[in-house]
């Protein structure tokens, strides 16, 4: 495969994302298994088809930043992961959704990699855990004075002001985010729930994808994050 890269394009609104899909891997409260989901939210959505998100690949990362890879069994509207073990901090993956054509890519030939993250550990050691350079777009959590913060990372440098779309608990739209020149959103959250975010990048590319012409490649990274503020 032949890729020419052309000028890199930051992402700040992508037309129709808003109503576009994204893998969430989310974390079991009970100890049970752990769900990766296709969904506009933090839930299964049983009209999206799984299938959609077949070609993923996860791995497990521990405070050393260790990786173990882990596998994951397809149900009817989630992929399924057993526990990945006490001393992982962070679940990340990558997902190619391959060739997509469609009204939200405003029908541009393009070729769409999804990069889900989800934090199992505490949020203030899992702040400094990294990916590493398989996931080049990464959302990271940010603790300060209380608050979460979260910072978007492309091959492992700040992204700045670019659009973070946040879910945040008892919201019930999603917030949009501009970010900092550290790549930190300027809005901080401090409820006591579950988290979920993501932003977007494009590059500007030529390329064949399985015989299929593309003009961009888009990258997405969505994170998902238990946070509650000390003394609550």
Known sequence: MKRLLAT????????????AHFPFILPATDGSKIL??????????????????????????DEAGTKT????????????????????????????????????????????????????GEPALAEKVRLGEHVPLELVPVLAEGQLRFQALWNGKPLPDV????????????????????????DSFDLTGRYGARVGFI??????????????????ATLVVDFAPVGR
């Open 8 to 19: 890199m394009i930051l992402l700040a609104v992508v037309t129709g994302e808003a109503a």
């Open 36 to 61: 990766v989901v296709f969904s506009d939210a933090l839930k299964p959505d049983e009209k999206a088809p799984i299938e959609r998100i077949a070609a993923t690949t996860l791995f497990a990362v």
């Open 69 to 120: 890879p882990i596998k994951w069994t397809k149900g009817e509207h989630s992929l399924t992961i057993n526990s990945p073990g006490k001393d992982s901090l962070v679940i990340g993956g990558f997902t190619d959704r391959g060739f997509v054509q469609s009204k939200h890519t405003e029908n541009k030939p393009v070729w769409v990699k999804h990069y889900p993250k989800a934090v199992l």
């Open 163 to 186: 659009e973070v779309t946040v879910l945040a608990p008892t919201e019930s739209k999603a917030r949009a985010n501009k970010t900092d020149a550290q790549g930190i959103t300027k």
């Open 203 to 220: 590059e500007t590319a030529e390329g064949d994808l399985g015989g299929k012409k593309y003009e961009e490649i888009r990258s997405y």
